[in-house]
């Protein structure tokens, strides 16, 4: 048995018009622990396309930390993107499909992952984070 911990990330992304100016954002907590908070502007891009960049953007982050990772949860208020890591919809969006293979090739590096999905009233601080990128506004 490994010496690897166990995670909590929430993540999130958004866009003003669809396509549009775009953000994403991840959370990452060991226990009541906060690790790191991050967002980062995108371009114009899909919601969806953000949605999933969060998520790869969380996945590299714990890659490249060396962070010692066994067990990860991922919160997505994102009823697409859940069902689709689950397998319960196809990825049918081309502009998707790369960011889809490669998050699900950067799962593949933990032992157990759990995907859920949460309300956006449940993913507060993700949230905030893209509505505060998209308004142009500096971080506290």
């Known amino acids: 048995m490994g010496l690897g911990r166990s995670l909590r990330i929430f993540t999130d992304g ?5 396509p549009g100016k775009a ?3 991840f959370v990452v907590y060991e226990g009541d622990d906060l690790l790191i908070l991050h967002g980062e502007a995108l371009g114009s891009k899909t919601n969806n396309f953000a949605e999933y960049k969060a998520l790869d953007m969380a996945l590299k982050w714990l890659k490249d930390s060396g962070y010692p ?30 960011l889809y293979r490669q998050v699900k090739a950067r799962l593949l590096g933990f032992r157990s992952v759990r995907v859920s999905w949460i309300p956006r009233e449940e993913n507060r601080l993700a949230d905030w984070l893209v509505k505060t990128i998209l308004k142009g506004e500096k971080r506290p």
Do not use: T, W
Request: proline content about 0%; overall charge neutral.
């Open 23 to 25: 953000a994403a954002s």
């Open 69 to 98: 990772v066994e067990h990860v949860e991922i919160f997505c208020d994102s009823e697409l993107v859940v069902k689709q890591l689950r397998g319960e919809y196809r990825v049918k969006s081309r502009n998707l499909k790369d």
């Open 14 to 18: 958004g866009s003003s018009g669809n």
